[in-house]
């Protein structure tokens, strides 16, 4: 860490390098409200997973120094450097954003030795290294009324203050509660809302590191590494939303993804035999439930053998995955990063042959235990090893796969956490597990997401449980394996939210819950949250009650499938909302902060969402209410069924039996829709119906074959529909490069 008083500095081109007597450090300016904070280590550093390439534009700037203080000053931000490397940000206006704290830590309650030895007896976890400072850590003033968002899906609520969170990947089979430090994702991006202004800070960092919000001391909040260089992204803007755009177009957006990824998937833990999924596609179908996606566990694998079929029980390879697609099925195949110590696997062979794993300090191939037995690990971080990762896609897709579920990647193990000393590489030189266990699902990520577009050329789709910021360039994700819970689906909602905000605007959670066993109330809910999730997936473990739509009763099952249509009828509202996340990052699932933030009612909402920025969803989340306290915010709104009229700034009680979720648009909103098909494709063109609510608005509408890539040559179309006041709506083509809708149809809801 650079320290002591500065000695000098040079600005080259958007850098600024500064000299202290301890040290060196930089201020580089990415953009004029982007800056780049980081200590320039002698080797170059680690290379970033997240910022792939220079994100740097060419922006004025001005560089003053006055009285021992560095004034580095761009059209939006002032960023003044003082001795001891101390720095702190300024709106343009003057008004001091964020600010380093200049004291020591100073944990507000330290334990004392007999009370260590005391929690110790009674078999309690010590809290170990408090007030310990890491090997890097940067700690910041608070003013004291900071609001956090972000983190990715940490557990607990949407504002994150008073809390500590780990960044350490990993696969914990305990119930998780708030109390959780660390879950599968590693993304170290916190948004921060105060009076004076919002800003983002980004710490890319790939050890081991913790995030302290105000916890450890009211008068700071830090972010601490176990090892690596400081480097961090101040990210400024007018609105929170400014700050997602510039910290998207940093580290990555979610790209387009194929239509039929946004219907309904159906997963078990396991379905133990190709019978067993004839008959649950077959069910859907016979019922009208429409499902496009049925998942294939680590079941279908020959002895848990990567890129195996296990023929004995699933069939002859493709067989099965052809008679799916021929009734409108994809096929979604699990992967791990494992792969079988086993002399005479090919896939084991050939990386063996070629030293593609993972490897001790002494230079032996390193192995732990995971679902096939013994296991070795492929070193994502070589480009070589990517690349034959890359190519072993094809055996998927040459059966049919349609898509692939990563899944395992932390990376878990049995026999113990991988220690930290396993060698690993970033790119063309070694580094421990210590440095890349964070990055290695994002790197086995983009490594899938690359040899399913090279052996299908459509858009990938891919599913990961462990990822890196940056990663949702590359993947889709869930949050992992929660439990059938009334909690967890509570504390679905806030992490659903700050994985968008976080930029990882294509996630899901397990609906029904992953562990424990259902009830038919609790799928009910939780199907209404996973309609509008951008992933929709049933999902639960090897000896848990089944929850598919039909396992409970003929009520459940009908609730089901009333929201499983509502999805369906929503897709190209969905749609439009991923295609305005690729050109801006904003996330399809909102929370009210993200366009209320001065609205104090908005700040701690944890059980209500905006999808995009007209439609708002209240589910319930208790067990038992048959009522929802819903806030809305500012202007006036209708109820989606009815175009019932509700004045916004307000709380309101509605009534919400089992099979009603509340929702709400604002008002001039129009919402895309399309009758029900059971399966994406099913009607290749359906009319588009567009649901018209009382006032003025505009609505622009996107519509593409779906699929591929031809969209980025200008084979789309863009609809753009606009209501003025006493008027009917009115149609124009924006732009026209894809066969127009047969019929479009205006559904004027309300008095209008």
């Not at 809708?741 to 309300?750: A, F, L, R």
Request: with cysteine.
């Amino acid at each position: 860490m650079a320290s002591g008083k500065r000695t000098g500095y040079r600005v080259e081109e958007n850098s600024v390098y500064l000299v202290f007597e301890d040290g060196a450090a930089c201020v580089k300016v990415i953009q004029s409200d982007m800056i780049q904070v980081f200590v320039a280590p002698e080797n170059g550093g680690q290379t970033s997973q997240a910022v792939e390439t220079d994100r740097s534009v060419p922006t004025a700037f001005t560089v003053k120094d006055e009285d021992g203080v560095l004034a580095v000053c761009t059209a939006d931000l002032t960023v003044k450097v003082y001795d001891g490397f101390y720095v702190d940000f300024y709106r343009k206006d003057g008004v001091l954003l964020c600010a380093d704290y200049r004291g020591k830590r100073q944990p507000v309650s330290v334990l004392g030795k007999k009370a260590q030895e005391l929690l110790k007896a009674e078999g309690h976890d010590v809290p170990k290294g408090l007030g310990q400072d890491h090997a890097v850590q940067v700690l910041k003033a608070a003013d004291g009324d900071e609001k956090f968002y972000g983190l990715g899906d940490k557990t607990g609520f949407l504002n994150k203050d008073g809390y500590e969170f780990e960044n350490w990947n990993t696969d914990n089979p305990q119930t998780q509660t708030e109390a959780f430090k660390a879950l599968y994702k590693s993304v170290p991006f916190l948004i921060t809302l105060k009076e004076r202004g919002v800003y983002g800070l980004f710490f890319d960092n790939t050890y081991k590191s913790c995030f302290n919000l105000r916890k450890e001391n009211e008068a700071y909040y830090f972010y601490g590494a176990d090892g690596g260089e400081l480097n961090y992204y101040f990210i400024g803007g007018e609105n929170m939303a400014d700050v997602i755009k510039n910290y998207t177009a940093l580290t990555g957006r979610t790209p387009l993804p194929q239509l039929w990824t946004l219907g309904y998937h159906q997963s078990r833990w396991g379905y133990e035999s190709a019978e067993e999924i004839r008959e649950v596609a077959e069910t859907f179908r016979r019922l009208a439930i429409p499902c496009d996606t049925i998942h294939f566990d680590i079941d279908y694998m020959d002895g848990f053998r990567v890129f195996t079929w296990d023929e004995k029980f699933y069939g002859a390879p493709g067989e099965l995955i052809g008679e799916l697609r021929r009734d409108g099925y994809k096929a979604v195949t699990i992967i791990d990063p494992g792969v079988k110590l086993d002399e005479g696997y090919f896939v084991y062979d050939e990386g063996i042959a070629n030293d593609y794993f993972a490897k001790t300090p002494e230079g032996e191939v390193y192995d732990n235990w995971v679902w096939p037995g013994a296991a070795v690990f492929p070193d994502f971080g070589k480009p070589a090893v990517r690349r034959w990762w890359s190519g072993k896609q094809e055996i998927l897709t040459s059966m049919g796969v349609a898509g692939v579920w990563n899944d395992m990647n932390e990376p878990a193990s049995f026999h113990g956490e991988l220690p930290a000393d396993i060698v690993f590489s970033d790119e063309d030189k070694p580094l421990p597990h210590a440095a890349m266990h964070n990055i290695y699902g994002h790197q086995m990520a983009k490594a899938t997401y690359n040899g399913l577009k090279d052996a299908t050329g459509k858009r990938p789709f891919v599913i990961t449980r462990a990822c890196y910021a940056g990663t949702q360039k590359y993947s889709t994700v869930w949050t992992g394996d929660n439990q059938s819970l009334w909690t967890h689906l509570q504390m679905a909602v806030p992490q659903l939210i700050n994985l968008g905000l976080s930029g990882f605007a294509f996630a899901g959670t397990d609906v029904g819950g992953f562990g424990a066993d259902c009830t038919p109330e609790l799928l009910c809910r939780w199907v209404q949250v996973g309609a509008f999730s951008p992933l929709f997936r049933n999902h639960c473990c090897e000896g848990c009650i089944h929850q598919e739509p039909w396992s409970f009763n003929e009520k459940t099952l009908q609730i089901n499938r009333k929201f499983i249509e509502l999805r369906y009828r929503l897709l190209p509202y969905l749609y439009d909302l991923f295609r305005g996340c690729e050109e801006t990052g904003l996330p399809i699932l909102r929370p009210l902060v993200l366009h209320y933030e001065n609205d104090p009612e908005t700040w701690n909402l944890n059980s209500e969402f905006l999808v995009g920025e007209y439609l708002l969803a209240a589910p319930v989340l208790e067990q038992g209410a048959t009522k929802k306290m819903v806030y809305l915010p500012d202007g006036v709104w209708y109820d989606f069924s009815n175009a019932a009229k509700y004045q916004g700034g307000r709380y309101y009680v509605v009534d919400a039996p089992l099979d009603v979720c509340p929702m709400f648009v604002k008002a001039g909103g129009m919402i895309p829709t399309w009758d029900v098909q059971q399966y994406v494709g099913e009607n290749p063109d359906p009319a588009l119906k567009l649901l018209v609510f009382p006032g003025e608005g505009r609505y622009v509408h996107y519509r593409d074959n779906g699929e591929d890539f031809a969209y980025r040559d200008g084979a789309y179309n863009l609809y753009s529909f606009v209501k003025e006041a006493g008027k009917e709506v009115r149609m124009e083509m924006l732009h026209e490069g894809y066969p127009r809708y047969q019929k479009i149809e205006y559904v004027y809801m309300g008095s209008e």
